[in-house]
Structure formats: structure tokens, C-alpha cells
């Protein structure tokens, strides 16, 4: 029996990805879901789950302590691992924006002042666009930046926007679309070819019901 | 304040001891077996012109070598790569040379930016061969008969995986869907990483076109033989069904000399360099989330170098093989311990050094003890 180790992403995923998981077949225990420890096994013990910060999901994906993983393309965008990404899953639906006090940050020609967690597609984006950039890089309440003249925009995840509301920011442009991803190292797609396969297609099938309301 | 002395760059080290004697010993299990196919051993230059490199990899994978201006103003380059190296001296030391011509080296190569973040090396050590003006399904085969051989012979076999495929299955969709450059190589990442869902979104411009379906099914192709009707059903275009063609007639070889539980066709597998035409493989092996070596066909390398010729090779990482043997532990290990040295001592320090000399003629292992000298 092949055993598979999977990196969930700790916080907001979570709770879906479990219940996804759950759907997809794993059996997991009340006790396991509330407990605090950072690794669990399923009642089948062929899936053991890690829980780790959401940056560190490709980490362990990468270095192929974890089979697999599940976690936002956001990350994915950001750190860009050498990974493989077979599915795209409709839990953490979100956007990568823009968002700034008011529209008029366009017209600054020069430099523009960019506050985020997510300095590379912040840098791609303006990039592409010719736009020079000062990247000042945060790790949390990326909002607060442009309220108290750090910023003159931020680069940051958007779920429902009420955050930049309640701060009198408004989204100025979306970048991309976020979504979970099911993302798997490159040598256990091929070692362990028959339990990622099935794992695969469970997760999507899951996935699909969900997606139709099932 | 000056950076301390005792720091070392990212990505370099040190090997020493065990490891050292481990890694060694691979190297020598690895180049008797080439020795055993008649591959001669060939050393290259460890500098060379970048454009070279650019050639032979492609201004994507050359652009991380180490480079810097020559007194002359060229641009030169610490190897990143054996094969450029081999594939110009194939077309011009050795292009009155009979062929084929069969040729392997051991050395490392070096990049100043690693291509993903689990490769961590700088400078890696390599061991390579190249079957070079021989094109059809033998060279091929002999190539990934002496890549069974070594991984049989490091004890490696077992828990392995050889994914194969060959790169025009993907070339004659992308030809079918008339891709500009750019679009090609965007298209290429979504597949090598399996990313179907974004391959669908990409590819709904060119809606209508049969092979634009083909194209989201490579990303889930993997398996035995049996994928190979799969692909059949959906590929259509003359280029990527020869290409499957060639696949099976390798497979049905591999098949009869018994070693199909160590390959897998995986036609999704489409990254590596840009200098690959034909029938590519990577090798996977047990206790490493990173791949261990590949190879493939480059039948058009040695042309950028005057002397068109088709040309097959595959290289292994030698500090991943040693990592992972070391990991499986020392037991099953190529490296055999030397044997205990004779301590040699001498209150005088010519007598001391005769009986050294007499032990070493004789080929004994020595150590010089160097506390009864009277000096």
C-alpha cells in the first residue's frame, strides 16, 4: 500500500479543504479535524496530512517531504515552485487586485509606491506595463499603507473586498483570478503513479459535485 | 563590516570522508559501465564562450551559467552544460573520426541561478555519455540499456521510474495549432506542469482545432502501453503520430528484454532543454522528490557547430546519487572501507621513511606516525 503525505494549507483553506477532502474520500476523524496537532493520518492510513503555513505548502511539496498539497494560486504565482498543478479547485475562490484610495495613482508617471505580501506579481505586473516601481514588501495589513501615505497602492488578495472598504480603498484593477490548487512533486507523480492518480481523480470528482451544487 | 572569512557561497560545499569515498566509487562504478559499452572518456573545457552555450541550451537555460567578459571583450562562461561541450568537439576535433562516435565525462558544471528552489547546487557534478551519428531506435536503446545498468548496479532499480516520451508528440500539435514562439513555450509550461485548467482557458482561442483538445489530454496521459491507444484516439496530425509510433516500437523492445517495470510513457513530460528533437527521459528514483538525470535525442545540436548529425545522450546527478545512497545507508553502498593502514614508526626519521617506502612498494595502506622522531 502506498502511502500518501499531503500539505494542507494552515487558515483560510483550511476547513474547505478538508471538507473537499472528506468528499473525495478520506476519512477523517472528529478528533483528527480538531485537533492541534501539525500531522494526522486517515482512519485507512493511506493519507497522512500536514498542516503548515501556506507558503510553506510548496516548500515540502517541492522537496518531495509531501507527495502532494493543497493550496492557493496565489502562493503558486508568488514563489513560483517547480511543481505540477493537475487540478484546479473551486474552494478559496479569490482575486489578486490592485487597490488604492482613488483611480488617480494612473496618473502618476515616474514611480509608484507599491505595498504587498506579494512583491514578484506585484513587479510582473507593472512590469509588463513599463511602470517603475518602489516595492515596499509587507507581511500583514497591507491596507493600512496607502491610508497613511506609505503606498500609493497595494498589490494584496481580495475575497469579498470588505476589508478595503471599511478603509476607503477600492479595487483599481484585478490582476488575477485565485483559486486552490491540487499540486503534486514531480517524482512522486511518477513513483507513486497509482495513488496520486486515484487521488487525482477523486479530489476532482468531489470537486465537480460541489461545483454543481450537489 | 567584511563578510567573515568563514562563510561559503550559496549553493557550494565541501565533501569529505565518507561521502567523498561514496561519491568516488559511484563515479567509478558508473564509468566502468560506460567503459564496458566502449564509450571513451572525454574531458572539456571548464570556461568557454557563452554564445556556445547559448547555442547549444538556449538563451533560457545559458543565461544561469556564471559569466563574465573575456580581455577581449567576449563573453565568457563557467560550464553550465557537458553536452554544448562534446556535440562542438564531436563536429570538429572528431569530424574525420569514424562514427558513431561513443563518448563520456565526468565533470561538474556550474549555475549562478538555480532552476527551482529545492535545487539549491551551484556546482553539480555530472556524468554523461553521448552516442553521437548514429540515428535510429539501436542508439536509443543502448542508451537506455546502459541507464538500466547503472541504476541495476547501484542498487538504484528497485523504485525507480524512467518516464519517456518524445518531444514531437507535443511538437506536431503546437505546428498544428500554428504557434508563434512565445505562445509555444507558454503552452509547453502548462503541459510539463500538468496545469489542465489553465491550458483550457489558453486554449480557447484556437477553439475549432481538433488537436487543441489533444493537446489538454498530454497533460493526463501517463502510464504503460496502453496509454499510447489513448493518445492514438485523440492526436490526429502526421508529425505527433509518427512520434507515438516510435514510442511503441521502443516500448515493445523494452517489453522483451524484461525491464518495462522500470519505464513509463508520460507525454506530458515536456521540459528540459531546448536542444531535444525526439525520444526524451528522465530518471526518477526513490528517496529524492527531484528527478536524478534524463536525456534524449538532439539531432540537431551539432549542426549550430557546421557538421549536422544526429546525436542521443543522458546524464546522471552524481551528488544526488550520492545523497541518496548515502540516505539508504552505507551497508549496500558501492564504497568498500580501505583496510586498516600499518602505523609506521621510527625514533629516526630516515629509518622511519625507508619502512615507509618498503611498506608502499609492496602496495600497503601506511600512516606516518610522527611522535618518536627525535629531531
Known amino acids: ?214 | 563590516m567584511p563578510e567573515p572569512l568563514s562563510k561559503i557561497p550559496a549553493g557550494m560545499r565541501y565533501y569529505c570522508g565518507p561521502e567523498a569515498r561514496l561519491r568516488r566509487a559511484i563515479e567509478a562504478t558508473v564509468m566502468s559501465i560506460f567503459d564496458g559499452w566502449s564509450y571513451e572518456e572525454i574531458t572539456t573545457p571548464t570556461i568557454d564562450y557563452y554564445s556556445l552555450f547559448e547555442h547549444g541550451m538556449g538563451p533560457t537555460q545559458a543565461h544561469r551559467a556564471f559569466r563574465f567578459s573575456d580581455g577581449d571583450g567576449r563573453l565568457l562562461a563557467v560550464r553550465p552544460d557537458v553536452t554544448s561541450l562534446v556535440a562542438r568537439a564531436a563536429a570538429t576535433l572528431f569530424a574525420q573520426r569514424e562514427r558513431p562516435l561513443r563518448l563520456c565525462y565526468v565533470a561538474p558544471v556550474f549555475r549562478q541561478q538555480p532552476e527551482s528552489h529545492t535545487d539549491w547546487r551551484r556546482e553539480s557534478s555530472q556524468i554523461g555519455c553521448e552516442l553521437i551519428g548514429a540515428n535510429s531506435s539501436v542508439a536509443d536503446i543502448e542508451l537506455l540499456a546502459i541507464v538500466c545498468e547503472v541504476l541495476q548496479q547501484l542498487g538504484l532499480d528497485r523504485g525507480c521510474s524512467i518516464t519517456l516520451t518524445d518531444i514531437d508528440v507535443f511538437n506536431g500539435i503546437a505546428e498544428e495549432l500554428k504557434l508563434d514562439q512565445d505562445s509555444r513555450d507558454e503552452m509547453r509550461r502548462l503541459v510539463d506542469t500538468r496545469n489542465t485548467s489553465d491550458l483550457k482557458q489558453f486554449l480557447a482561442q484556437y477553439s475549432g482545432t481538433k488537436d487543441s483538445h489533444a493537446l489538454s489530454r498530454l497533460t493526463q496521459i501517463s502510464g504503460k502501453l496502453e496509454i499510447l491507444n489513448d493518445a492514438r484516439q485523440s492526436i490526429t496530425n502526421a508529425r505527433s503520430r509518427a512520434a507515438l509510433d516510435r514510442i511503441a516500437r521502443l516500448w515493445s523492445v523494452i517489453e522483451s528484454l524484461q525491464l518495462s517495470d522500470h519505464f513509463a510513457i508520460d507525454l506530458g513530460d515536456v521540459s528540459r532543454l531546448d536542444y531535444y528533437t525526439g525520444l526524451t527521459f528522465k530518471i526518477y528514483v526513490d528517496g529524492t522528490g527531484r528527478r536524478i538525470g534524463g536525456g534524449g535525442r538532439y539531432d540537431a545540436l551539432t549542426a549550430s557547430f557546421g557538421k549536422p548529425e544526429p546525436a542521443v545522450g543522458f546524464v546522471l546527478e552524481l551528488d544526488a546519487l550520492t545523497d541518496i545512497l548515502l540516505g539508504r545507508g552505507e551497508s549496500n553502498s558501492p564504497a568498500k572501507s580501505s583496510a586498516e593502514p600499518a602505523l609506521i614508526t621510527d625514533t629516526d626519521l630516515s629509518g622511519l621513511f625507508r619502512a615507509a617506502l618498503d611498506k608502499r612498494a609492496l602496495g600497503e595502506r601506511i600512516v606516518i606516525d610522527s611522535n618518536e622522531v627525535a629531531l
Open chain 1, 1 to 214: 500500500m502506498t502511502k500518501l503525505t499531503l500539505a494542507i494549507s494552515k487558515g483560510r483553506l483550511q476547513a474547505d479543504a478538508l471538507g473537499l477532502l472528506q468528499r473525495a474520500g478520506l476519512r477523517l476523524s472528529s478528533d483528527v479535524l480538531s485537533t492541534r496537532r501539525l500531522a494526522v493520518e486517515d482512519e485507512s492510513g493511506c493519507y497522512r496530512l500536514i498542516f503548515v503555513k501556506p507558503t510553506d505548502v510548496p516548500v515540502y511539496v517541492e522537496h518531495g517531504v509531501a507527495d502532494c498539497g493543497i493550496v492557493g494560486r496565489d502562493v503558486l504565482l508568488e514563489w513560483e515552485p517547480d511543481l505540477l498543478q493537475p487540478l484546479a479547485l473551486d474552494i478559496g475562490v479569490c482575486r489578486i487586485v490592485v487597490a488604492a484610495k482613488s483611480e488617480a495613482i494612473w496618473n502618476q508617471f515616474g514611480m509608484l509606491r507599491v505595498a504587498t505580501k506579494y512583491p514578484r506579481i506585484a513587479a510582473k505586473h507593472f512590469g509588463a506595463r513599463g511602470v517603475a516601481v518602489d516595492m515596499i514588501e509587507l507581511s500583514g495589513s497591507v491596507e493600512l499603507a496607502p491610508v497613511l501615505g506609505l503606498a500609493d497602492c497595494i498589490v494584496d488578495l481580495v475575497e469579498t473586498g470588505s476589508t478595503l472598504r471599511e478603509n476607503g480603498l477600492s479595487i483599481v484593477e484585478v490582476i488575477t483570478e485565485s483559486s486552490a490548487r491540487l499540486v503534486v512533486n514531480r517524482a512522486s507523480y511518477q513513483l507513486k503513479a497509482d495513488a496520486i492518480g486515484q487521488l487525482i481523480r477523486s479530489v476532482d470528482k468531489a470537486s465537480q459535485r460541489s461545483a454543481n451544487g450537489d
